[in-house]
């Protein structure tokens, strides 16, 4: 057996907890969860039903942790994991799953396979079996601090530019402010606009807040290559920053994965908990808009229609929030197909955008989402995820839809009440 092999399969075993070891022992291969998946409704390839793309970690559990498994390897019955077999599941499991989730809302005994995959993605990293556009955004991450390789002199010109646009002072290092927040590089490289809508709504609210210069950066590439080391390397530089700086919360951007990192996944990577809250920036827009410190004029009079980044919907609970939001400055929001928690996914998440390779399958993939939107008979689309506005606006440049994307906190900054100039 060759190191690596050896590395992967070592990496599985240590993977295998009680969880997954009841998820695939309670699997009535009922295959519902395919219909589920976007990656087995566009194309019909069966290779793409969830469960499936498991198939060596659930090979790897039974000869390992069952009797009969035992039994059956030292038989020569079952064949063992090779590397080969690693190299041809790699696309299965890094360009053919976005971690959304919805495949788990279906299955009938609750088998997780969002877990499942980014479990076996430990292995499969650990074995060498990675993208190769991963592998260089994870070392980008964890060299640079940005898998974009964005630095601070980059934030820094966008802050200016906003300062300038704005006449609004943005907080840099400001100990004991309330809220840290951080932004996603699609943000800082695509949407600049992000930061002046930001600071426009924090100026009229009269919140508190801060950048910090080594953690601006909210992305987590380790939890999208699936290397845990990594993850909590770039969960703790914010953890640092938000301790130092004492902050009461850090706000997770316009990003959906970044959310799920830093709110659910980081106390257990830390192995503690932290000492300041974490909320989504629709979170605390709508506590600011619930409180009446979020004034706004006017209603937008374009068909609006709006798709919930499962990270944050499905995954993250945050549904009712955005659609309290819209409702306050939409006059007509029309809800699309499935919304809330078991929308579809945009085919870009979990990493499948930063992979290049993944590219023919994603736009592929993104015909639900067109269909998703065409029933709406709208030509205007919100959302909450910088990756998600990226991945759809390419989506619908491929198959020619005149759809405009739009961030909500920057659609909620053009009706915001005018401040008076003083
Ligand atoms: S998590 Fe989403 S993309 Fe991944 S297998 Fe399940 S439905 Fe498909
Ligand atoms: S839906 Fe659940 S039980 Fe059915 S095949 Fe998929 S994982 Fe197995």
New binding site residues.
């Given amino acids: 057996m060759s190191a690596t092999i050896e590395k992967g399969i070592n990496s599985f075993k240590e993977v295998i907890d009680a969880p997954i070891a009841s998820f695939f022992s309670s699997c009535v291969h009922c295959g519902l969860?395919a219909e589920?998946?976007?990656?087995?409704t566009e194309t019909g390839d069966a290779q793409?039903t969830?469960i499936h793309?498991l198939e060596p970690l659930r090979r790897v559990w039974q000869q390992e942790y069952t009797l009969l498994g035992k039994v059956g390897k030292a038989l020569g019955l079952s064949k063992p994991v090779t590397d080969a077999e690693l190299a041809e599941w790699e696309p299965l499991v890094y360009d053919?799953?976005?971690?959304?989730?919805?495949?788990?809302m279906v299955c009938p005994v609750g088998n997780d396979?969002?877990y499942m995959?980014r479990k076996m993605r430990e292995g499969m990293a650990a074995s060498g079996h990675a993208p190769e556009d991963l592998v260089a955004a994870t070392t980008r991450a964890i060299t640079i601090g940005s898998p974009m390789g964005i630095k601070w002199p980059a934030v820094l010109a966008q802050i200016k530019h906003v300062q300038a646009e704005t006449g609004i002072a943005v907080p840099v290092e400001r100990e004991g402010a309330d809220y840290l927040v951080l932004m996603s590089s699609m943000e800082i490289i695509n949407f600049p606009e992000y930061l002046s809508a930001l600071s426009r709504i924090f100026k009229q609210a009269g919140v508190s807040w801060t950048l910090a210069q080594d953690a601006f950066e909210a992305t987590n590439s380790g939890i999208q290559i699936g290397a845990s080391d990594l993850a909590r390397e770039i969960v703790s530089r914010i953890v640092v920053a938000a301790e130092r700086l004492k902050v009461k919360c850090v706000i997770s951007p316009e990003c959906g994965h970044a959310f799920t990192a830093l709110r659910w996944e980081g106390p257990n990577l830390m192995g503690r908990p932290f000492s300041f809250e974490v909320k989504h920036i629709l979170e605390v827009l709508d506590e600011l808009h619930t409180a009446g410190k979020l004034r706004t004029k006017g209603k937008d009079q374009r068909p609006l229609t709006y798709h919930d980044p499962?990270q944050i919907a499905r995954r993250g609970g945050v549904i009712e929030q955005p659609r309290r939001l819209l409702n306050e400055i939409a006059e007509d929001f029309r809800e699309m197909p499935d919304a809330g928690v078991m929308n579809w996914?945009c085919g870009g998440g979990?990493g499948v955008s930063a992979n290049s390779r993944a590219e023919p399958l994603r736009l592929q993939s993104f015909k639900y989402k067109k269909g998703q939107i065409e029933a709406t008979g709208t030509q205007t689309l919100i959302t909450a995820c910088a990756n998600c506005r990226i991945v759809m606006e390419e989506g619908l440049e491929h198959y020619h839809m005149k759809v405009e994307v739009i961030g909500l906190t920057e659609l909620l900054a053009e009706y915001l009440v005018e401040e008076e100039k003083t």
Avoid: D, N
């Fill in positions: 969860c589920a998946c976007l990656f087995y793409y969830p793309k053919s799953c976005t971690l959304c989730g919805r495949c788990a396979m969002t995959i499962c996914c979990g």
